[in-house]
């Protein structure tokens, strides 16, 4: 195998990853979208709704690495 095929193959695997990279970027973009537009569609109900939402999950974080943090120190 030559250096240009070699450089080629390589060109091509980092062509792939990006490819691969840049189709994630975009559902997470689409889905992020996707969500504000719920959200400023969303009836005062429904937001409060959603921030409740927001919030249990918020907590449920906290409440994982506090149990990292005192399961950690022991």
């Known amino acids: 195998m030559g250096t240009w095929d ?3 193959a390589a060109l091509r695997r980092e062509k792939a990853d990006i490819d ?5 970027f975009e559902v997470k973009a689409n889905a ?5 537009e ?6 005062p109900e429904e937001r ?3 921030e ?3 919030a249990a999950e ?4 906290i409440e994982a690495i506090r149990r990292r943090i ?3 120190g022991t």
Not at 32 to 36: A, G, V, Y
Not at 58 to 61: F, I, P, S, T
Request: cysteine-free; overall charge negative; hydrophobic content about 35%.
């Open 6 to 8: 070699r450089i080629r």
């Open 20 to 24: 691969e990279a840049l189709a994630e």
């Open 32 to 36: 992020s979208l996707d969500r504000r």
């Open 38 to 43: 719920r959200e400023l569609r969303a009836t």
């Open 48 to 50: 409060l709704a959603m």
């Open 52 to 54: 409740q939402e927001r």
């Open 58 to 61: 918020n907590d449920a974080e």
């Open 70 to 72: 005192e399961g950690g």
